[in-house]
Nanobody, 116 residues
Framework: QVQLVESGGGLVQPGGSLRLSCAASGTIFSINSMGWYRQAPGKERELVAVTTSGGSTNYADSVKGRFTISEDNAKNTVNLQMNSLKPEDTAVYYC??????????WGKGTLVTVSS
């Protein structure tokens, strides 16, 4: 059974940094892509950043230059380094992994709160 374990959320002041991690396990299939999404109260879930097995990355315009996604293929882990955080970054952040069998899995989410 596939498991995604997220860590690293919390409370941070504006301008601060946090690092999110997501470790995937439980399947023989190879990973096609790994990414982070977020959902703020009253809003739709949106893409934050994604990285593919081919090495390409994509970021939401709102986080470009502030967030960096990275992948550890050996550990099936994806990280999201978030710098210069703003109050509008406050949301529940979800890890998503897409395997080569075409199935997507989601983590349970980790809360990031940016507030003074």
């Amino acid at each position: 059974q596939v498991q995604l374990v997220e860590s690293g959320g919390g409370l941070v002041q504006p301008g601060g940094s946090l690092r999110l991690s997501c470790a995937a396990s439980g399947t023989i299939f190879s990973i096609n892509s790994m990414g982070w999404y977020r959902q703020a109260p009253g809003k739709e879930r949106e893409l934050v950043a994604v990285t593919t097995s081919g090495g390409s990355t994509n970021y939401a315009d709102s986080v470009k230059g502030r967030f960096t996604i990275s992948e550890d293929n050996a550990k099936n882990t994806v990280n999201l380094q978030m710098n210069s955080l703003k109050p509008e970054d406050t949301a529940v952040y979800y890890c998503k992994v897409r395997y080569n069998n075409g199935i997507n899995y989601w983590g349970k989410g980790t809360l990031v709160t940016v507030s003074s």
